[in-house]
DNA sequence: AACGTGCTCAACCGCCGAGAT
DNA sequence: AATCTCGGCGGTTGAGCACGT
């Protein structure tokens, strides 16, 4: 049994706000609230709108200090950082920025963001009409990224059920943003037509600090409000992002050292303690915790085992499914995220490191582990390229359905 | 000038979970 | 316990604009 339509769709307006609908929902709301409902809203004050489209026009638009225009490279830092480490939850980035709203983080992401730091070129309308939901939404252009060629799109097709398109971009991302390219001798930067970003090249983005200690807990409920709401987060396992760093520019990141703090929506800053006790920064500019704090960590909400070193789905609701088909993506292949976690073990960050001296360490510890497993295991398949990149073939194994051979 | 293509962003759609009944 | 209602969210769409040919 469907849900019954919030609103009667045929004598319900669709389309742009004019200034005078805008005008009608500002004052009534800044006067009386909403009321708790958005449903009755439009009727109270004669709108022939959706309470939906209410609710999203208020939100979106007519709110006060509503920020509009162009994103500050911070907010482009923190987007990106969180981006790697949650996923598409715009709503919980958009509670980092005030000022911005999930939609309009959406679309910065969508639009300029991606592209900017993937060099992905959506694809035309026309296309994506027509293509694989994979491909169009980039997965395609990770083949082409780890030097896979493949055209079949049956391939494709079945790497689609492996891992999905977001996942694929936050590891070609973290990857990205790390410059593991060169650390694994990886060729091509993204874009589709260079090889240009040789082994050993310069990120073109600022090493960030992607920080989300295994266990931190967010709220089950996300806000009603993303902007207007804390996310609590639990004692010091802060998501956090060290401007200093975010400051310094390409290649001098991992050198700088400077007070991490994150400041919530709340106003609240949660700093780390001197010395920077929270965390030992490992070279590449990634979170990585000891051993024993990952240890004390794995407390999953899933009971599932985790790997420490970031982000483990636990607390964030219903909406974790990326970093549960990360999960179960690595599970289903080797039974055990990396191999390393059912028997209580928990990586350091020397045994995460890959035979050529890369070290591994990821924001998500689905990346961490993800790439633990791509070194530990090494080539699975026929396509190695001729530098060993065991990273690129263990990609292509996935990308391309070659993990349930 | 006309047309095609790409980009941006406001808005919509449909699903989901929580709470109410 | 089952069903309904609502708010919230992420994905997607489409109108309008800019730009290139």
């Not at 049956?154 to 593991?180: C, D, K, V």
């Not at 050198?255 to 994150?262: D, F, M, N, P, T």
Request: aromatic share 8%; glycine share 12%; hydrophobic share 35%.
């Amino acid at each position: 049994m469907g849900r019954a339509p919030c609103c009667d769709k045929a004598s319900v307006k669709k389309g742009p706000w004019s200034p005078e609908e805008d005008a009608k929902l500002k004052a009534y709301i800044e006067e009386h609230g909403t009321g708790g409902n958005w449903i009755a809203l439009p009727q109270k004050i004669g709108l022939k709108r959706c309470g939906k489209s209410c609710r999203l026009r208020w939100l979106n638009y007519l709110r006060p200090n509503i920020k509009h225009g162009d994103f500050t490279e911070e907010e482009e830092h923190i987007i990106c950082s969180l981006y790697i480490s949650i996923g598409s939850r715009w709503s919980i980035i958009a509670a980092q920025l005030p000022g911005r709203t999930d939609n309009d983080i959406k679309n910065y992401w969508n639009t300029k963001l991606k592209k900017k730091l993937l060099g992905k070129r959506a694809p035309s309308r026309r296309v994506r009409a027509n293509q694989d939901p994979y491909l169009a939404a980039g997965g395609g252009n990770m083949c082409s990224t780890i030097g896979v060629v493949n055209n079949n799109s049956a391939a494709a097709a079945t790497s689609t059920q492996a891992l999905s398109a977001s996942a694929l971009e936050r590891i070609q991302l973290h990857m990205r943003l790390q410059g593991m390219y060169g650390a694994f001798g990886c060729s091509g930067d993204g874009n589709d037509n260079s090889n240009a970003a040789a082994v050993g090249a310069v990120p073109q983005w600022p090493k960030l600090e992607a920080l989300l200690p295994a266990n931190r807990l967010l709220p089950r409920s996300m806000p009603t409000d993303a902007m207007a709401t804390t996310v609590s987060v639990q004692q010091h396992h802060q998501h956090l992002v060290d401007h200093q760093s975010l400051a310094a520019g390409a290649g001098d990141a991992a050198a700088v050292e400077g007070k991490q703090h994150l400041s919530f929506a709340d106003g609240e800053t949660y700093m780390a303690p001197p010395g920077g006790a929270f965390f030992e920064r490992p070279k590449l500019g990634f979170y990585s915790p000891s051993a024993e704090e990952a240890a004390a960590s794995v407390e999953m909400n899933s009971g599932a085992p985790i790997v420490g070193g970031g982000y483990g789905g636990a607390g964030f609701g219903p909406h974790h499914h990326h970093d549960d088909e990360l999960y179960d993506f690595l599970y289903s292949k080797y039974g055990s995220v990396g191999g390393l976690a059912h028997d209580g073990h928990v990586p350091t960050l020397l045994e995460l490191q890959c035979p050529d001296g890369a070290a591994v360490v990821g924001a998500d510890e689905k990346f961490l582990a993800w790439t633990a497993s791509a070194c530990d295991y090494g080539a699975t398949g026929s396509h190695q390229t001729q530098q060993g990149n065991s990273i690129g073939s263990s990609l292509h194994d996935y990308v391309l359905g070659g993990y349930d051979q």
